[in-house]
């Protein structure tokens, strides 16, 4: 099969790989027919991350045709549409026992390469997955638009750590992909005035599109005090960048005994403002990948409660990923989902 191929840092080749064989009893064979670019992609493409170590296929979020079951498979049948979770959990760890399968204990995830493990993705004709992990897409959902599931569970998931309660006001800070869609979810969920902070005018302007109320170019005004703004801050702020300075000025902008969901983790380490954290009671929250949104997404997507109007950017054959790439980490476009398709 074809493959999109990182050979070395920052370098792609699209190139002939062996077929994915044999099938586990537990696995599916998947067609891939479309496959998301995602920013810890791009990220990783630098080799500062340590997460994507070539050479290797990436690729997390996609959704194809399953071409083949292993012996033991009884859910799902060949030539049927699905998508699938970007983690591959064991379900039998403590964690998965207990219904946490972003913290099950053997993790790995689809696309990623580093020092405990290699799981070449889904940049590829064909990707191997096991069976718990799929979920078929209902006719409504097209493929490009099920790439997307991934990053949009990533979202619901944040939102529903905070457990958002009815009218509370939310600030998102970083308003790329995982930001503008948990927009959307916060918007969903019944939050009341809505935040949206970038140092990106076009972004903002997205962001204002997919439910934002405010709209703060943080690279002329200081977030936090404008979001304050004389009064108290925000109930729930989300942070979708994971760098130092965003991480501060958001915790700047909630209120005393606030909660703030910590979703971006560019930077292994950051500098925390730990006295305000203390002393004014916020509650700062972790939120890893997904848990179990899957199945809740695609049916509010199949019936129009969900809209991704104007989230994908372009849609490219894979074999142009390698400049898709490039593009991307230059940062000169107004790019937010690339979706490439692999060639039959």
């Excluded at 791009?42 to 194809?64: D, F, L, N, Q, Y």
Aim: net charge neutral; with cysteine; proline share 3%.
């Amino acid at each position: 099969m074809k493959a999109l191929v990182m050979t070395k840092v920052g370098h792609f080749e699209y190139v002939e790989v062996p077929d994915p064989s044999p099938l586990a009893d537990n696995e599916v064979l998947v067609r891939v027919k479309a496959v998301g670019i995602c920013g810890s992609d791009v990220h990783g493409m630098t080799g500062k991350t340590g997460r994507r170590i070539p050479p290797v296929i990436m690729g997390h979020e996609a959704s194809g045709i399953i071409a083949a079951v292993g012996s033991g498979v009884g859910s799902f049948a060949v030539g049927e549409r699905v998508t699938f979770d970007s983690t591959v959990y064991c379900n039998a760890c403590e964690y998965c026992r207990s219904g946490r399968i972003n913290l099950c204990s053997h993790r790995r995830v689809l696309g990623v390469s580093c020092a405990e493990y290699h799981c070449d993705g889904a940049m590829a004709q064909f990707v191997v997955v096991p069976e718990h992990i799929v979920y078929r897409l209902p006719d409504a959902v097209s493929f490009e638009n099920a790439a997307l599931i991934e990053p949009i569970s990533v979202a619901f998931h944040a939102v529903r750590r905070a457990r958002l309660s009815l009218g509370e006001s939310v600030a998102v800070y970083g308003c790329g992909i995982i930001g503008l869609l948990i927009i959307k979810a916060a918007r969903l969920s019944g939050c009341g005035t809505l935040y949206a902070v970038d140092l990106n005018p076009a972004r903002l302007a997205v962001a204002g599109e997919c439910g934002g109320d405010v709209l703060v170019d943080s690279s002329k005004h200081e977030a936090s005090a404008v979001i304050r703004g004389g009064k108290e801050g925000v109930n729930v702020g989300f942070e979708a960048v994971g760098i130092t300075a965003t991480i501060k000025s958001a915790i700047d902008s909630i209120r005393k005994g606030g909660k703030l969901v910590l979703v971006g983790n560019i930077s292994p380490e950051i500098s925390l403002a730990l006295q305000s954290v203390v002393t004014r009671e916020i509650d700062l929250l972790g939120s890893c990948a997904s848990c179990g949104e899957y199945e809740a997404i695609l049916q509010m997507i199949a019936v129009g409660r969900l809209r991704l109007d104007g989230l994908i950017s372009a849609v490219a054959p894979l074999s142009e990923g390698g400049n898709w790439f490039r593009r991307l980490s230059e940062g000169k476009e107004q790019l937010l989902k690339v979706i490439l398709q692999p060639e039959a």
